[in-house]
T-cell receptor
Framework: GAGVSQSPRYKVTKRGQDVALRCDPI?????LYWYRQALGQGPEFLTY????????KSGLPNDRFSAERPEGSISTLTIQRTEQRDSAMYRC???????????????FGPGTRLTVL | AQSVTQLDSHVSVSEGTPVLLRCNYS??????LFWYVQHPNKGLQLLLK??????LVKGINGFEAEFKKSETSFHLTKPSAHMSDAAEYFC???????????FGAGTTVTVRA
């Protein structure tokens, strides 16, 4: 069975450009999460979706960051006017619906390594 | 609020010897605790989890961890290291029923032949 997939795996962009990172969760997983991992640190929570609804965006660092999941499956994390400090690994995870059996286990994708020059 | 401290940023062991990765947690509520492993160019893989059942938790690949509330610890062990155990390991905490995971900074394990 397919796991969580993310694309692109690597993205190099110039400062000021917009980037869009894609996440395709495990089939049937209605809960989807985005995390950011700086070099030498553990992942930090960015945002959470239940189906297409963005339930929590408290971890998004500023208004240049946004995420959507319009049909409740694939999600896109968009960073506008990128800055060098945005360089990091961006990870997506999915799980069974929060509150159901097994929902405490998040399954992670391989991540997108973003480098802003 | 929840947080974890991984006490070692790097651990080096010889193949066939025991592995110990130390983790202390802080949680305002009854915690759920996890260990994830990350191999190069792979996603984070769940090794094991504690969610208020047995305090000794067995995971995949021969790893186990013991939840010690009095010590607020959740150390990961394996009796005999294998070369394939070389990876980065993350200790993770959340409040039970909460989706927001808090990761430690990670411990990189190298295994010497």
């Amino acid at each position: 069975g397919a796991g969580v997939s993310q694309s692109p795996r690597y993205k190099v962009t110039k400062r000021g450009q917009d980037v869009a990172l894609r996440c395709d969760p495990i089939s049937g997983h209605v809960s989807l999460y985005w995390y950011r991992q700086a070099l030498g640190q553990g992942p930090e929570f960015l945002t959470y979706f239940n189906y297409e609804a963005q339930q929590d965006k408290s971890g998004l660092p500023n208004d240049r960051f946004s995420a959507e999941r319009p049909e409740g499956s694939i999600s896109t994390l968009t960073i506008q006017r990128t800055e060098q400090r945005d360089s990091a690994m961006y990870r997506c995870a999915s799980s069974s619906p929060v509150g159901t059996s097994g929902s405490d286990t998040q399954y992670f994708g391989p991540g997108t390594r973003l480098t802003v020059l | 609020a929840q947080s974890v401290t991984q006490l070692d940023s790097h651990v080096s062991v010889s193949e066939g010897t025991p592995v110990l990765l130390r983790c202390n947690y802080s949680s305002s509520y009854s915690p759920s605790l996890f260990w994830y492993v990350q191999h190069p160019n792979k996603g984070l893989q769940l090794l094991l989890k504690y969610t208020s059942a047995a305090t000794l938790v067995k995971g995949i690949n021969g790893f186990e961890a013991e939840f010690k509330k009095s010590e607020t610890s959740f150390h990961l062990t394996k009796p005999s290291a294998h070369m394939s155990d070389a990876a980065e390991y993350f200790c993770v905490v959340s409040a039970q029923g909460d989706y927001k995971l808090s990761f430690g900074a990670g411990t990189t394990v190298t295994v010497r032949a």
